[in-house]
């Protein structure tokens, strides 16, 4: 196991920026009407959010990998949760 | 504070970095079964919508969107003072750990408050289901206002334990980064 190194302040202060950024941009696209890409545009913001908040305020870069795996097996089985009982849904 | 202590290393680990290493293992294992608890929610959500996309249409543009950017910016901000604690308690800073939690939790306490204000507009505006609710629509509300509560309290509750012992000097210690511990750390059995 490695030891994880600190991040600069700067880091997370990129981050914090970054995270308003796209807030500004979920704040876009509530005034504009797009349609279904409204949903499409906030969800993929919302997904952005969560990965950048995970790997640099969670240490997931810094961390060891076995931890990036147990990340993504979560979302794995999130997506299992919601995919599959999609398809019930989307074929009635 | 002094650095010449050793840190506290349980039995059943070899040396601090071992240990560190475990806790990281534990709590993000944790974090993937707190997604699929909070799963259930998303997975609710998106089927409702699929149903009734024109309900939620029509109910999320009677949400207040300023008061609900705000309160998400608040959201964040508080998440860079945590992190920001958190490396603080790396570095072996105590005070700047201390002010860093106490920020989170003044910030979590403002995005309470800005969440009452929204639920007392909406009162006002008959959007709370169960008491006067006047809008046919999906009543998720009653759910959000519990996990939302459950969500910030239990994180206020960490905040303001881990600030509360983070000032008593013994903490710092335990989470410091592994690699800043003396190799003279190892417990004789």
């Not at chain 2, 029509?58 to 609900?68: C, H, Y």
């Amino acid at each position: 196991m490695i030891a994880h190194p600190v991040s600069t302040a700067k880091t997370y202060i990129f981050v914090w920026l970054s995270l308003l950024g796209l807030l500004l941009l979920t704040l876009g696209s509530a005034f504009l009407s797009l349609g279904a890409f409204n949903a499409v545009i906030n969800v993929g913001v919302a997904f952005a959010k969560a990965i950048l908040v995970m790997i640099f305020f969670m240490h997931l870069r810094s961390g060891h990998y076995i931890l990036r795996i147990v990340a993504i097996a979560g979302f794995f089985w999130l997506a299992i949760l919601i995919g599959l009982t999609f398809t019930d849904f989307a074929t009635r | 504070m002094s650095d010449s202590a050793a840190v506290l290393i349980a039995r059943q680990y070899d040396d601090a970095q071992q240990q560190r290493s475990a806790a990281d293992l534990g709590i993000w294992v944790f974090l993937a079964t707190e997604v699929l608890f909070f799963g259930v929610l998303f997975a609710v959500y998106t089927m409702t919508r699929f149903n009734h996309p024109e309900a939620f249409a029509s109910a999320s543009r009677l949400t207040n969107i300023t008061l609900g950017s705000i309160n998400t910016a608040v959201l964040l901000t508080s998440s860079l003072t945590m992190a920001l604690g958190v490396r603080a308690a790396k570095l072996g800073l105590s005070r700047p750990l201390v002010g860093w939690l106490c920020t989170t939790i003044a910030l979590g306490i403002v995005f309470l408050a800005i969440k009452a204000t929204e639920y007392y507009l909406d009162y006002g505006e008959h959007l709370v289901p169960g008491l006067n609710f006047a809008y046919a629509g999906a009543d998720r509300h009653a759910v959000e206002l519990f996990f939302y509560l459950y969500f910030l309290t239990t994180g206020l509750i960490r905040c303001i334990w881990s600030s509360v012992s983070a000032s008593s000097r013994r903490l710092p210690r335990w989470h410091r980064a592994a690699h800043i511990v003396p190799r003279t750390s190892r417990r004789s059995r």
